[in-house]
């Protein structure tokens, strides 16, 4: 194993650490918080959605020395051809015409190398194709027909990502936009609310090579085009092999406007711990946002969590409101772990929602 003598003074002080420090809700800026679990390096997180990801990635990383972002990818492909989870890949929530319009992006530290997918059709695995345009081209990002001609080309299979469940969905929803159009009720009364859902996925191995990949189908019924933070590097995801990695998944209109992946891994050069720079990113996302997405009090209607990772194996993530979790594995096993938050979910004011006539 290629360890530097500092490296790891470093990881067994915090490991030491770890037996006298408890977890605080709300880390101070610089505090270097430990989560009350820390195992050290290697560790790999994501959002909840990825528990089945991160044990994956982290045994490829452990067992076979995988490389980091070939690790994630692998994690994430899970939900990515799983066509329950509806928020990415096969079996994503299409957009207003009933298409299925996929986001990725990747970082591999080492190499200082990135990819990008936007709107991209028929190809299940956007984060590979992400990896693909990183790997065999001279550009960071293809979107649309030009990214699905391409991902065709380096051999993807073409494949209908609207399985039945999501075109019910749509179709539900369709029935709900209003009460003039020609679409007759739809016989389920479910209520079909915008919804979104991503996976965003971070490692960082024993010698402190980090990577970082987030994929998505993106906030589900969007205008068709409509690309989110899952496809900008910096915003969905970002990864500097000397600082750390992070990502985000909900409102990505919210986070592209600070470039919340990037603006994370910043704050933890300038030495903030990951869980205080998550948190601190949230109250940046609340300050740069117009008021008709905020309540009376100036709380958010809409819902962002953010992941982070130290290169020294420190993480933590925060959510706008309480009750967020997110997926992590090291050396205690993959597990759930409580974001920190800003509000309590009982304060969260409703979501501009659009109102079902069923509802
Ligand atoms: N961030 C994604 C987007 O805006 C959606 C999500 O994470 O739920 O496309």
Redesign the pocket.
């Given at each position: 194993m290629n360890i530097t003598r500092r490296e790891f003074i470093g990881a067994g002080a915090t490991a030491v650490a770890t037996m006298t420090l408890s977890k605080p809700l709300f880390a101070v800026e610089g505090e270097q918080s430990l989560p009350a679990t820390f195992a050290g390096r290697p560790v790999v997180i994501a959002s909840a959605n990825g528990i089945r990801g991160v044990a994956k990635a982290y045994d490829m990383i452990t067992r076979e020395n995988a490389d980091t972002l070939d690790a994630i990818v692998a994690g994430v492909n899970i939900q990515e051809l799983d066509p329950n989870d509806q928020?990415v890949g096969l079996g994503g929530l299409p957009n207003e015409d009933g298409v299925v319009q996929l986001?990725a992006c990747c970082m591999h530290g080492p190499t200082k190398r990135a990819g990008a997918v936007a709107a991209l059709e028929d190809v299940a695995t956007a984060s590979l194709v992400a990896k693909a345009v990183m790997d065999y081209t001279d550009h960071i990002m293809l979107v649309g027909a030009g990214a699905k001609k391409f991902a065709l080309e380096m051999g993807f299979e073409e494949q209908n990502l609207l399985t039945e469940k999501s075109r019910q969905d749509w179709l539900k929803w369709k029935s709900c936009i209003n009460n003039n159009d020609n679409w007759l009720d739809h016989s389920d009364p479910v209520k079909i609310k915008y919804s979104?859902?991503?996976i965003n996925m971070n490692a960082v191995n024993a010698t402190g090579d980090i990577s970082s990949v987030v994929t998505?189908s993106?906030?589900s019924w969007k205008i068709p085009g409509r690309v989110?933070?899952?496809a900008i590097i910096g915003a969905?995801q970002y990864c500097d092999n000397t600082v750390g990695a992070a990502g985000?998944?909900?409102?990505?209109?919210a986070?592209i406007k600070v470039c919340g992946a990037f603006f994370i891994v910043e704050l933890m050069r300038q030495g903030v711990a990951p869980e205080a720079a998550c948190l601190k990113t949230i109250e940046r996302v609340i300050a740069m946002t117009e008021k008709r997405l905020l309540d009376y009090r100036g709380r958010p209607r809409f819902d962002l969590s953010f992941y982070a990772l130290a290169k020294d194996g420190r993480f933590g993530g925060a959510t706008a409101y309480s009750g967020g979790q997110f997926a992590v594995a090291d050396a205690s096993g993959p597990r759930l772990v409580e974001s920190a938050y800003m509000f309590k979910m009982t304060e969260r004011p409703a979501s501009p929602a659009m109102v079902c006539r069923q509802a």
């Open positions: 928020s986001d979104t859902g991503t998505t993106g906030i989110g933070d899952s969905g985000s998944t909900g409102r990505g209109e986070n």
